[in-house]
C-alpha cells in the first residue's frame, strides 16, 4: 500500500523538434519511465517550430519544450538555455563553391537555399544575418527537418546553413568558411513562467540536463 500511495502519477506534455540532438529525448523520456512509470507523456514534434511549440506553452497546450527562440522569449514563458550550436554553410560536394576556401555574405545573393520554414529558430538566425548585411537572400526550397535539408543540399537543390552536428551523418557536403560571419543557434527549455508546474512535470525537468548532449 505504501508503494502504491509514492507511485508519482500524471501527464507531461512535451513539445520538440525533430532531428535536434541537443538532447537525448528518448533516453531522457526512458529514465522518466523507469523511476515513474505511472507518468504518462504525450510528446508533440514541431509542425510550426519553435513559434508554434511558444504558442502551445502559452496556451497550456504544452507543459514543457525544447525550442530556440533566438532573438527574445515571449511574455508567459521561461527559457533556460542548454546548449548553442554553431550554423555551417554546406554545399553539395559537386558545387561550384565546393572549390573556393571561404565566401561572404554576399557571394550567397545569387544562391537558392535550403532552408526551415518562418517561425523555426535557425531560419530566425539566418534572415537575421543577411538582413544585416543588406544581401537578399532567395530561399527555393523550404523543409522542416535537418536531415532532409542536408540530403537535399548533397543533391544539388541549393546551399545551407546547418547545425554543425548534422554534417558528420551526411556525406557528400562540403563545408565552406564565410568570411566576418559566425552564426550560433541556442536551444532552450521553455515552461510557462505563469503557471506552477505539476508533481509529473518537475520530475521531468530535474532529468533534462543528464541527458543534454555535448555538441
Do not use: C
Request: hydrophobic share 50%; proline share 6%.
Amino acid at each position: 500500500m505504501r508503494a502504491a500511495q509514492d507511485t508519482l502519477r500524471g501527464t507531461v506534455n512535451v513539445g520538440a523538434m525533430a532531428s535536434v540532438e541537443v538532447v537525448d529525448l528518448p533516453a531522457l523520456l526512458g529514465q522518466l519511465h523507469a523511476r515513474h512509470p505511472a507518468i504518462d507523456v504525450r510528446l508533440r514534434l514541431a509542425t510550426t517550430g519553435s513559434a508554434g511549440l511558444a504558442h502551445a506553452l502559452l496556451s497550456g497546450d504544452l507543459d514543457v519544450a525544447f525550442l530556440s527562440l533566438p532573438e527574445h522569449k515571449p511574455a508567459g514563458i521561461d527559457a533556460r538555455e542548454l546548449a548553442t550550436v554553431p550554423l555551417v554553410l554546406v554545399v553539395s560536394a559537386a558545387h561550384p563553391l565546393a572549390q573556393r576556401g571561404d565566401v561572404a555574405l554576399a557571394d550567397l545573393a545569387g544562391e537558392p537555399f535550403v532552408d526551415f520554414p518562418p517561425g523555426y529558430g535557425n531560419r530566425e538566425v539566418v534572415d537575421r544575418a543577411f538582413a544585416a548585411a543588406g544581401v537578399v537572400r532567395r530561399v527555393a526550397l523550404e523543409v522542416p527537418d535537418i536531415d532532409m535539408g542536408a540530403a537535399l543540399v548533397r543533391h544539388g537543390l541549393g546551399i545551407a546553413f546547418l547545425p554543425a552536428f548534422a554534417i558528420a551523418r551526411t556525406p557528400g557536403l562540403h563545408v565552406l568558411d564565410v568570411r566576418g560571419t559566425m552564426l550560433r543557434w541556442s536551444m532552450q527549455l521553455g515552461t510557462s513562467s505563469t503557471r506552477r508546474p505539476s508533481s509529473a512535470l518537475r520530475a521531468l525537468l530535474e532529468l533534462v540536463d543528464l541527458h543534454v548532449v555535448a555538441l
